[in-house]
């Protein structure tokens, strides 16, 4: 189990349907971020929000929209999927947005788009 | 040149032998490294993360960094079968976010 929540653990979904991720965590860390992570691949960064304001956006498709309704919610809105957007999506948390900061992850929600 | 490098393995080491998984980097500035264990189809979870320059042990685990070389690694001793995982380095590259090496797979031989 870890401090970092996401729901729901898998998602299946069409290219015309409209879904969300979420996650949350309550160590009172004001750094969110978003991955996408391939099967054999590591992990890539999409998205960073520090203190609830969007930080870094990784060029990622509009189809893809964070959310950041408070410091412990991270929301990932997602829209007109295509095939290869199926991955695991992983929400980590760190204390702040700081180099010296380890990230903590998330159990993932695996995201299939048929 | 990858940002973050690491050999993919498999990487073989029977039970209770030392495994050496090593990552190398090429941003001079990077100040912060990490490394997480990754089991299949499960989120990565940090085990380690080391800043200056030398040796940091907890546990069976000790991370490894010189700066000089742009070189970290990591130390397992006594190596178990549930040591069988990816590792992933991960490094703060003085861009504001971490970049994760392709990950070493690691099997530990009962």
């Known amino acids: 189990d870890t401090e970092v929540t996401q729901t729901p653990k898998h998602l299946v979904m069409g290219m015309t349907n409209k879904k969300s991720l979420k996650c949350e965590q309550h160590?009172?860390?004001?750094?969110m971020y978003w991955y996408k992570q391939k099967a054999k691949k590591p992990p890539e960064l999409m998205f960073v929000?520090?203190?609830?304001?969007?930080?870094i956006n990784e060029s990622v498709p509009s189809r893809f929209s964070p959310e950041c309704p408070n410091s412990s919610l991270l929301n990932l809105h997602l829209h007109a999927l295509q095939p290869e957007d199926s991955a695991l999506y992983l929400c980590?948390?760190?204390?702040?947005?700081?180099?010296?900061?380890?990230?903590?992850f998330g159990d993932g929600t695996r995201l299939s788009i048929l | 040149q990858k940002e973050v490098e690491q050999n993919s393995g498999p990487l073989s080491v029977p039970e209770g032998a030392i495994a050496s998984l090593n990552c190398t980097y090429s941003?001079?500035?990077?100040?912060?490294f990490f490394w997480y264990r990754q089991y299949s189809g499960k989120s990565p979870e940090l085990i380690m993360f080391?800043?200056?320059?030398g040796d940091k042990e907890d546990g069976r685990f000790t991370a490894q960094l010189n700066k000089a070389s742009q070189y970290v690694s990591l130390l397992i001793r006594d190596s178990q079968p549930s040591d069988s995982a990816t590792y992933l380095c991960?490094?703060?590259?003085?861009?504001?976010?971490?970049?994760f090496g392709s990950g070493t797979r690691l099997q530990v031989q009962p």
């Open positions: 080391i800043y200056s320059n």
């Open positions: 980590a948390s760190s204390p702040t947005e700081g180099s010296n900061q380890p990230q903590h």
């Open positions: 991960a490094v703060h590259t003085g861009r504001r976010a971490l970049t």
């Open positions: 941003d001079r500035g990077s100040q912060s």
């Open positions: 160590m009172g860390h004001r750094a």
């Open positions: 929000y520090s203190y609830e304001k969007l930080s």
